[in-house]
């Protein structure tokens, strides 16, 4: 149950965020210390297994006043995963990264992205441009790519709009670039003749003048990786995204949000930050989320946003908008940025729609070739009309929905022992109290706690559908302290299942919406990084976790549950459309194992192997991809 002391924390009234805003010259480090240093933090407390007693009714009452929902109604299910991932404060009150009366809260997704990475930059670049005063980015690997350049030129136009204005904006990137000095202080300030160096490639201070940019690079180590990837911007308008800043073939996931969620992801980065802010950032003293959920909160563009946008439009009038209107792509070296998000929408769906030579299917594919090494020609039949690629998805909600930030912090010992977090309690929640169905997706699913919540679902007779990318990481999760491969896990997991959970349990490897196969993600062709869980058709999760270890054990992240099943709706129906894993992926040979014609498996896949076996296949492989990176001479 939640205790009195995490209910006393929740319902406490400064945060991190609010009392930055009364002095802004102190470090979010030393508020945090004061507001909850008290507090003897604990990385190997441990909850009982699947099978713990499900809270009571009282006890999802405390958990609703533990939130300010506004003027929704948290569901059961919701509150329940709520509640577990409260019961995790006594252990850390801070597990969250997040001050525990800001994470319940409310907001709304007027736009959901599922598409390759540059779509998600495009759109994050829009948001840049806009912004009024301030940006905030965290992300996790940063390399010189048409990612960064999308950021870069949206830095320098920033810069030239607040000029015109006589005004300036303030901007702070955080990324994680591992190194020495990391052991001395996990946050290192990077400096502007290494920000606008070969390594990272941003701006020069002379080409944003109006502009007040800072960089920090940040890693707990040995394996605390700053792993979440989300933005804010002016403290109105937030996203939290599957991806990193780097070039590569996967489809990607992110959600904009807005409304009083965004003080959540706010006071997030304040605490991820840490140290002082040099200028300070605007919007410390401001609270422009405050009222009720009418409040009029416009940009200085004059966009109504929040409860006051327009209706959205479904996916059919947004292909049909895109076909016609045959806009020119915004793309990094020369773009088209759009003045509102109903415009870039439109832009954006032209993008994927056929040149008069085309048929659907080679858009597509021409798409969604722009991130590979090596483009690859599609295999799939021909797309038919109301199939169409949508990559970006509004929504419009009668009111506000119920949400809440289940993330957690790093942790840096080669131990797996930090695992009493909100975000996996979250996760093993979805699954221990789901009644009907769970869909997950995810690169990897093999973190060892996993195996026991699904065969308990599966054993009370819910449907678990999971797509896995194969082969991601595979190297990596061969080593010694991993899961091991997605293959390994699956055919593990149904072999230990009984004959009627087994009918009950759909697994897929992704495949891209032009193929009928999936592809081993050493091709770089068609890969899939999507973060995504969903129980019941109207409550989900999803953000920077991965269900493998490192993310279980290790990592930052960020994620956030949303209590809507218009908003859940949407991101199933985006899932299927923008993908071909649930015609071509599902595995058919009951071992958790794809299988071509012949019972022949995908190239490249390393399948099952023992666990002698995959050690060495885990050293070779992560030696070849050293010698690719040039770690070896």
Avoid at 614 to 619: S, V
Wanted: proline letters at 9%; a negative charge; hydrophobic letters at 35%.
């Amino acid at each position: 149950m939640v205790s009195d002391y995490a209910v006393k924390l929740c319902q406490a009234g400064p945060t991190v965020s609010s009392e930055l805003g009364k002095v802004p010259t102190q470090t979010p480090t030393e508020i945090a210390q004061r507001l909850y240093g008290h507090h003897k933090h604990s990385t190997n407390q441990q909850a009982s297994g699947p099978n713990r007693p499900s809270a009571s009714e009282h006890d999802l009452q405390r958990a609703r006043q533990c939130g300010n929902w506004g003027p929704g109604e948290p569901s059961e299910l919701f509150l329940r995963i709520f509640h577990d991932a409260l019961c995790t404060l006594d252990a850390d009150p801070l597990g969250g990264m997040c001050s525990p009366p800001l994470l319940g809260s409310y907001g709304t997704v007027p736009l959901t992205v599922i598409a390759p990475l540059e779509d998600i930059f495009r759109h994050m670049s829009n948001l840049i441009v806009r912004a009024e005063k301030e940006v905030v980015m965290v992300t996790c690997s940063w390399a010189p790519s048409a990612a960064s350049r999308f950021i870069s030129d949206a830095l320098k136009e920033l810069s030239m709009r607040a000029g015109k204005k006589s005004e300036r904006a303030v901007v702070k990137i955080m990324f994680d670039k591992a190194g020495a000095a990391n052991f001395l202080d996990p946050r290192q300030m990077v400096k502007p003749e290494t920000y606008s160096g070969k390594a990272i490639q941003l701006p020069k201070p002379e080409e944003i003048p109006n502009l007040d940019l800072q960089v920090m690079n940040i890693h707990k180590p040995l394996l605390g990786t700053l792993h979440a990837k989300f933005m804010i911007v002016d403290r109105k308008i937030g996203v939290i995204e599957s991806n990193n800043t780097e070039d590569n073939d996967n489809l990607e996931m992110m959600t904009h949000l807005e409304g009083p969620i965004v003080d959540s992801l706010y006071d997030t980065a304040l605490l991820t930050w840490g140290n002082a802010f040099t200028p300070s950032i605007p919007s410390s003293a401001s609270h422009p989320n405050d009222g009720d959920s009418t409040t009029k909160n416009p940009t200085d563009a004059g966009e109504p946003i929040f409860m006051d946008r327009p209706a959205a439009r479904e996916q059919q009038q947004v292909v049909s908008d895109g076909t016609s209107a045959q806009l020119p792509p915004h793309m990094p070296g020369s773009p088209h940025y759009d003045a509102t998000l109903a415009s870039e929408i439109t832009r954006m769906q032209s993008a994927y729609s056929p040149h008069p030579d085309e048929s659907r299917l080679q858009a597509t594919t021409r798409q969604l070739n722009q991130g590979c090494p090596k483009p690859i020609p599609a295999t799939s039949p021909p797309i038919p009309q109301n199939s169409e690629f949508t990559p970006y998805i509004p929504t419009s909600l009668s009111t506000p929905a119920p949400m809440a930030l289940v993330s957690r912090p790093p942790f840096g010992p080669p131990t797996n022992t930090n695992v009493y977090t909100p975000q996996n309690e979250a996760w093993l929640s979805a699954l221990r109290h789901a009644r009907h169905t769970v869909f997950i997706q995810t690169p990897d699913l093999n973190a060892p706690p996993l195996h026991a919540a699904i065969a308990a679902a599966l054993a009370r007779g819910v449907e678990i559908t999971y797509y896995v990318c194969l082969g991601y990481n595979d190297a990596g999760e061969l080593m010694p302290g991993q899961g091991g491969t997605n293959e390994m896990f699956a055919k593990t997991l149904v072999a230990s299942l009984p004959a009627e959970s087994r009918k009950r349990l759909h697994i897929g490897y992704y495949v891209g919406k032009d193929q009928i196969r999936p592809i081993h993600q050493s091709f770089h062709a068609r890969s899939c990084h999507v973060k995504l869980l969903i129980a019941d058709g109207h409550v989900a999760i999803q953000g920077s976790g991965n269900m493998d270890t490192q993310s279980w054990f290790h990592s930052q992240e960020i994620n956030v549950l949303v209590d809507s099943e218009e908003v859940v709706r949407k991101w199933r129906e985006g899932i299927e459309r923008n993908q071909a894993t649930g015609e071509y992926g599902m595995v058919k040979d009951g071992e958790g194992v794809w299988r071509g014609e012949g019972g022949r498996e995908v190239d490249g896949s390393s399948g099952a192997p023992g666990r002698v076996e995959g050690y060495f296949k885990g050293a070779w492989g992560m030696m070849g991809k050293l010698r690719s990176k040039g770690g070896f001479a």
